[in-house]
């Protein structure tokens, strides 16, 4: 039997139900199921798999999420700048979701790694959903977390293997815009900012200075309840949106 679980909650008070056999709505940020997919960017495909399980816990709900993205870049890539497309892997991500359904907080854990740069970050946000205004709705989120890096430099000196230049915070939310039953857009936004660490992390962490705005856009389109494809922008303050990372991707709930 598939269960009916989410990974936040609405702020306000609502009947928690763990449905049976229903296909979950996949448009619902707090809606949690199994699910496989995939996407086609100007610098590959990325392929994603979702997968819910038990935490053990009475009324605490989880999920794992991850995801390789930029694969067969020369062969599928469509950006103009050929020295960004390239066979190998660019980067991987895992998230794990999770939520106390009696108390409407969630929190998260994002691990991201880029491959070409050997650079990544480690995070832990709190996010709990607001009571919706019509067709919008706001899940913000608060957290910081610690970047590391192989073959950094500190005072002009390469230092060897693996190291944790700096930490940093990180505030933002995921919104969604109902345009009907089966549309839907979406914008999150995220500020960062270097909390501590190496002078050189610092003040240049984040894109060459101590902060950087961030932005998601998503127009998604449910085919079927469980098939839907979405197209992704991401962009930030230091890059213009036509420059940014686009994508295609196809979902499938299993």
Excluded: C
């Excluded at 039997?1 to 609405?10: E, G, I, Q, T, V």
């Excluded at 794992?64 to 020369?74: D, F, M, P, Q, S």
């Excluded at 929190?107 to 959903?129: F, K, M, V």
């Amino acid at each position: 039997m598939k269960k009916r679980l989410f990974w936040l909650l609405p702020a306000i008070s609502v009947p928690v139900a763990l449905a049976g056999d229903d296909v979950q709505d996949m448009s619902d940020p707090l809606s949690v199921y199994t699910q496989v997919g995939g996407g086609i960017t100007d610098k590959g495909l990325n392929l994603k798999v979702g997968q819910t399980y038990d935490t053990g816990v009475e009324g605490l709900a989880g999920m794992n999420i991850i995801e390789v993205k930029g694969v067969l870049g020369e062969v599928v890539g469509f950006n103009s700048d050929e020295s960004l497309r390239d066979d190998s892997i660019d980067s991987i991500r895992f998230r794990n979701f999770r939520a106390d359904l009696t108390t409407g907080k969630g929190s998260q854990i994002d691990i991201s790694y880029n491959a070409e740069q050997e650079t990544g970050s480690a995070s832990y946000s709190l996010i709990r959903a607001l009571p919706s205004l019509g067709p919008v709705s706001l899940y913000p989120l608060a957290g910081a977390g610690v970047a590391y890096a192989n073959n950094t430099l500190k005072d002009g000196t390469k230092m060897g293997g693996y190291t944790f230049p700096g930490t940093f915070v990180v505030v933002g939310t995921y919104a969604k815009l109902a345009l009907t039953d089966d549309i839907w857009l979406n914008y999150n936004p995220m500020y960062k900012s270097t909390l501590s660490g190496d002078d050189n992390y610092t003040e240049y962490g984040m894109e060459g200075d101590d902060s950087v705005l961030t932005h998601e856009f998503a127009l998604s389109y449910q085919i079927n309840p469980r098939f839907n494809v979405r197209y992704f922008a991401n962009w930030t303050e230091n890059t213009d949106f036509s420059n940014g990372d686009h994508r295609i991707e196809f979902n499938y709930q299993l």
